[in-house]
């Protein structure tokens, strides 16, 4: 029971500090309802790193990855499949909050 309280919080707390647009909430959704607890983890330490590190520095999260998986600054990403894992799940969490889903599929003859 408290996996499943960890595994809302955090994707509550993602997807309130996402940028998210109402068209593409639902994306969003499945897409963090697909991810392992340790994979929302990470999202969210990122997610947090982000917020953080608003700068100049840092003005697009893609600016913070090389610094947030180098296994120099953090033990956590010494294993490195472990480390591009994570990192293609960052990347595609950053991609998905920009692809606006389109409302209507419908396709109209000419």
Not at 16 to 26: F, G
Not at 28 to 53: K, N, P, R, T, Y
Not at 78 to 101: G, M, Y
């Amino acid at each position: 029971m408290a996996a499943v309280a960890s595994r809302s919080s955090l994707m509550g707390a993602l997807i309130r500090t996402a940028n998210v647009h109402s068209s593409n909430i639902n994306a969003i959704v499945d897409f963090l309802s697909g991810l392992s607890s340790g994979e929302l983890e990470c999202l969210a330490e990122f997610q947090g790193a982000c917020l953080l590190e608003v700068d100049e520095k840092f003005s697009h999260p893609y600016r913070l990855l090389p610094e947030f998986f180098d296994p120099a600054i953090s033990e956590r990403w010494r294993n490195c499949e472990d480390r591009a894992h994570k990192t293609f799940i960052v990347l595609s969490w950053l991609e998905i909050q920009q692809i606006p889903q389109p409302r209507n599929c419908s396709i109209h003859a000419v």
